[in-house]
Antibody
């Protein structure tokens, strides 16, 4: 069965970086794009970017461009999301989500979420 | 503020029918499929409706979706207490080259 398992919660100081991983299993890793979506406390869903696990190409939201980097390791079927220059506004639950149809916004499987807290 | 517009809240009594609206523009809903997600607080979102009106396996037929122009709607009939959750609409946005979400609608079953 398809599973996306994310790394554990993180607490970071302002200005630091955080790296969240998402390990995929149960399907062909390179066949589906992976997105990252975050949700601040009590707020809605915000799209962060997308990575093609096959070729490694990425597209980031304009808001986070320059601070976010998405990579993948095909040998372990894992995608990574690094967010730098953290601010308190980056406190959120971060999700990886598999896109069922390319260029759709249709996410059929989600990771369990990783809480990142930015606090001094 | 979110690119897609949803009412912040909706409510109904058990057995009732409720509808949640979602409005956008030609660059998103007007030219692409709409998707709906259900999120129980503290858990990850779950795909509820795909390609405007299709239900994934396991989603009860009490849930239905529709789209017209730059607006869409999610309807829940025979409301049940377990339907209490947040509901989000989403669509690809051609101008942003990424998906956009509604702000979410909190559904309360009275």
């Amino acid at each position: 069965q398809v599973q996306l398992v994310q790394s554990g919660a993180e607490v970071k100081r302002p200005g630091a970086s955080v790296n969240v991983s998402c390990k995929a299993s149960g399907y062909t890793f390179s066949s589906y794009y992976m997105h990252w979506v975050r949700q601040a406390p009590g707020q809605g869903l915000e799209w962060m970017g997308i990575i093609n696990p096959g070729g490694g190409s990425t597209t980031y939201s304009q808001k986070l461009q320059g601070r976010v980097t998405m990579t993948r390791d095909t040998s372990t079927s894992t995608v990574y999301m690094e967010l730098s220059s953290l601010r308190s506004e980056d406190t959120a639950v971060y999700y990886c989500a598999r896109e069922l149809y390319d260029g759709s916004g249709c996410f059929d499987y989600w990771g369990q979420g990783t809480l990142v807290t930015v606090s001094s | 503020q979110s690119v897609l517009t949803q009412p912040p809240s909706a409510s109904g009594t058990p057995g009732q029918r409720v509808a949640i609206s979602c409005s956008g523009s030609n660059s998103n809903i007007g030219g692409n499929y709409i998707y709906w997600y259900q999120q129980v607080p503290g858990t990850a979102p779950k795909l509820l409706i795909y390609k405007n009106d299709q239900r994934p396996s396991g989603v009860p037929d009490r849930f239905s979706g529709s789209k017209s122009g730059t607006s869409a709607s999610l309807a829940i009939s025979g409301l049940r207490s377990e339907d209490e959750a947040d509901y989000y609409c989403a669509a690809w946005d051609d101008s942003l080259s990424g998906p956009v979400f509604g702000g979410g609608t909190e559904l309360t079953v009275l």
